[in-house]
């Protein structure tokens, strides 16, 4: 069964600094998805950035990019000149390719702190 | 564009009381449907999720059901509530066929007293 570690259960940064968070997956498939989601004091859960697997290529969305190292198995999310607003919990999550349920598998999540 | 609607936002009901939340989207046909339950401060649980009208299957056994009446809608349900039922519950949409991401509902608070 595929499993999503993260390691970090707080993570703080300075405002204007950066700040990598990470995440590793456990899987035996090839051809697989993942997502960083961002949970607010909200609680709304909004996609932040998605890497297929088949691309070698870093996702990169403004302030966010990841470092997807596939034969390590670990998808990082680095977020550059953090702002206040950027202060949440961030979910790492791993859909299976072939999946015609759309299941998403999640990690426990990290809280980062943004100080002014 | 697609949205994804849950209501309602906060609900507090007590012990042994039933529960009904719901949850509908809008601007596409035949979307998986998912419940997900969330402790404070900590991941999510996947509860139930749908691929079609009637198709329910459920990831953990509890006090909780869900239906789908309609294409479009879930019900997350309860014909009596426990304390360990309180959470936050979220609602997540995603397109039956490729491989986008979930999008969320707002979630619904739920506080069993």
């Known amino acids: 069964a595929q499993t999503v570690t993260q390691s970090q259960p707080e993570m703080s940064v300075q405002e204007a600094e950066t700040v990598t968070l990470s995440c590793t997956y456990d899987?035996?498939?090839?051809?697989?998805?993942l997502f960083w989601y961002k949970q607010p004091p909200s609680r709304q859960m909004i996609l932040v950035i998605r890497?297929?697997?088949?691309?070698?290529q870093n996702a990169t969305e403004n302030r966010f990019s990841v470092n997807f190292q596939k034969a390590a198995k670990s998808f990082s999310l680095k977020i550059s000149d953090s702002q206040l607003g950027d202060a949440a919990m961030y979910f790492c999550?791993?859909?299976?390719?072939?999946?015609?349920?759309?299941?998403?598998?999640f990690g426990q999540g990290t809280t980062l702190q943004v100080k002014p | 564009s697609q949205t994804i609607h849950q209501w309602p936002a906060t609900l507090v009901q007590p012990v042994g009381s039933p529960l009904s939340l719901e949850c509908t989207v809008e601007?596409?046909?035949?979307?998986?449907l998912y419940w997900y339950r969330q402790a404070a401060g900590r991941g999510l649980q996947l509860l139930f999720y749908?691929?079609?009208?009637?198709?329910i299957s459920s990831e953990v056994p509890q006090n909780l059901s869900a239906s789908r009446p309609q294409d479009r809608q879930f019900i997350l349900s309860s014909k009596k509530l426990l304390l360990s039922d309180s959470g936050f519950y979220l609602c997540?949409?995603?397109?039956?066929?490729?491989?986008?991401?979930?999008?969320f509902g707002d979630g619904t608070r739920l506080s069993i007293l």
């Open positions: 997540a949409w995603s397109p039956l066929t490729g491989w986008q991401p979930q999008h």
């Open positions: 899987t035996s498939e090839s051809d697989y998805y």
């Open positions: 890497q297929e697997a088949y691309k070698q």
């Open positions: 999550a791993y859909r299976r390719g072939s999946s015609n349920t759309g299941k998403l598998i």
């Open positions: 601007g596409t046909s035949n979307p998986n």
């Open positions: 749908s691929v079609g009208i009637g198709q």
